[in-house]
């Protein structure tokens, strides 16, 4: 337990940091697996709703790489699959 208090506050800043990181990737994991259900139930009625699910998730990647919490080519990244995952459910 750090005994100064500049350590004690940086301790406090980490902590609430780190829940403001969890609530983002969490919301990008959410995001993503709403997007890939509808990927996976595609037909005509679906694919609007998936298009648009997927620029939700494009955003908030997007937003998170902006603020630090991912790197950009961890966003860069996910943003791929979901594009590659897209085109392959097209595609069939």
């Known amino acids: ?4 208090s500049s350590a004690l506050k940086k301790n406090q800043i980490s ?3 780190r829940r403001k990181n ?4 969490s919301s990008i ?3 993503t697996k709403k997007y890939l259900t509808t ?3 595609l037909n ?3 694919c609007k ?3 648009d699910n997927l620029s939700s998730v ?3 990647i997007d937003k998170a790489v902006k603020k630090g919490i991912l790197h950009k080519n961890n966003g860069a990244r996910r943003k791929a699959l979901l594009a590659s995952r897209m085109k392959r459910a097209v595609n069939l």
């Open 22 to 25: 969890r609530i983002s990737k």
């Open 49 to 51: 709703n998936a298009s």
């Open 1 to 4: 337990m750090p005994k100064h």
């Open 39 to 41: 990927i996976n139930n």
């Open 15 to 17: 902590i609430r940091n």
């Open 29 to 31: 994991k959410t995001l």
């Open 44 to 46: 005509d009625l679906n």
């Open 58 to 60: 494009y955003s908030v």
